[in-house]
């Protein structure tokens, strides 16, 4: 008996994470969407936004979370963040080992999980897949967001582990720093390469 080789997907801000998860969704892997399922849970009618409110008083509306609300509730404290963690992530497993069950059948799966190496997700996954550009490229990207800072995105990169780290802990690095059909190209290839390679035991 097999399962589906686990990929886990990776990368800092402005790295270009989400662009990669859709080449692989659009070639057929099955992408499991981290951010995307708490925003479903976090909307209007969502699992977690009673639960949320609980904790942070005014959070919440008939819309569901109010991001930037909750935001101010949380930036820059530690402790705050560590209860909204505690509602968030063991929702999220939940869904992810659903996910796991309907896609037993594929060959691999692509977990897409921003915060990866600083949850310590590296262990709950098969092989480590982080994008990457050169830090110019990365800062360009993040800076031409709405709303986005100097100060913020420098606040965002003190929170996450180092590009470079995380390329040493990877078993694929796909680069973003390219033209797109080039990392479409490296995607492709990967995913050929480990189509071949025999599928893990549950």
């Known amino acids: 008996m097999t399962r589906p080789l686990i990929l886990g997907l990776t990368g800092s801000i402005g790295m270009g994470k989400s662009t990669v998860a859709e080449m ?3 070639a057929g892997v ?3 969407d981290a951010d995307a399922v708490v925003r479903s849970m976090q909307g209007p009618g969502g699992a977690l936004v ?3 409110e609980a904790a942070f008083p005014g959070s919440t509306g008939p819309e569901g979370v109010k991001r930037d609300a909750l935001g101010e509730q949380v930036f820059g404290d530690k402790a705050a963040l560590a209860r909204l963690e ?3 992530h063991p929702a999220v497993a939940a869904r992810r080992v659903e996910f796991l069950i309907e896609h037993g ?3 691999m799966v692509v977990f897409d999980i921003p915060l990866l ?4 997700g590296a262990d709950q996954v098969d092989q480590v897949i982080v994008v990457s550009a050169p830090a110019d490229v990365q800062r360009a990207r993040v800076l031409a967001r709405p709303g986005m800072t ?3 995105f420098a606040h965002i990169l003190s929170l996450q582990t180092p590009d470079a780290d995380k390329r040493a802990g990877a078993d694929h690095v796909i680069p973003t720093g390219v033209p797109l059909a080039q990392t479409r190209a490296q995607v492709q290839a990967l995913i050929e390469r480990l ?3 025999p599928r893990p035991s549950p």
């Open 50 to 52: 009673e639960a949320i």
């Open 86 to 88: 505690a509602i968030v």
């Open 117 to 120: 190496f600083e949850k310590g």
């Open 24 to 26: 692989f969704a659009s």
């Open 150 to 152: 100097a100060d913020k």
């Open 30 to 32: 099955p992408v499991f």
């Open 195 to 197: 189509r071949e390679e």
């Open 105 to 107: 059948s594929a060959p």
